[in-house]
């Protein structure tokens, strides 16, 4: 086979060849009172609903349950302090077009209201406040970190 005819089948492969979105990854938001997880996944747009209080028969383990198909994070045109995303799924009704799962703020302040664990993204799910982490922008163990840098507690 030529060079040429190599880099054609090579092409054509590409062409071919299932791709990710640009930017594909995940979204995880961990809530408390009650506990749960919602996780997105922006190549599928599932969206994934784990409670440590929905069990599986049999195993006793968490019970991952699909909330949302289709779903995508939308930014908001409106900058108040800080920048806003929603999670949308398309409305199954006529009297919206969309409806929003998790509000997320950009604040880098997120929290799950348990643990030291710091979230770059606030999360609102209906009334429950969680904090929210992407595959790019992992949540982080502020007690570690500290400690890491040689902070003590000053007590």
């Known amino acids: 086979m030529t060079m040429s005819g190599v880099r054609a089948a ?24 009650p506990f749960f997880d919602l996780e997105f996944d922006s190549a599928t747009g ?11 028969d049999g195993t006793g383990k968490p019970k991952p349950r699909v909330i949302a198909e289709g779903a995508r ?18 409305a ?22 348990m643990s030291e664990t710091v979230f770059p993204f606030e999360g609102r799910h209906g009334g429950w406040l969680g904090g929210c982490e ?10 570690e ?4 840098l040689g902070v003590e507690d000053q007590k």
């Open 46 to 56: 599932r969206v994934v609903y784990t409670s440590p209080h929905e069990l599986e």
């Open 92 to 113: 199954k009704d006529r009297d919206t077009s969309t409806v929003t799962i998790v509000e997320i703020k950009v604040t880098g302040r997120g929290s799950d209201g």
């Open 10 to 33: 090579m092409a054509a492969a590409l062409l071919i060849a299932p791709c990710a979105p640009a930017g594909a990854g995940t979204l995880r938001c961990s809530f408390a009172e």
């Open 145 to 148: 970190a500290f400690r890491d």
């Open 73 to 90: 994070v939308r930014r908001s045109d409106v900058w108040d302090g800080y920048e806003t995303w929603f999670l949308e799924t398309p």
């Open 134 to 143: 992407s595959s790019r922008a992992p949540a982080y163990d502020s007690y």
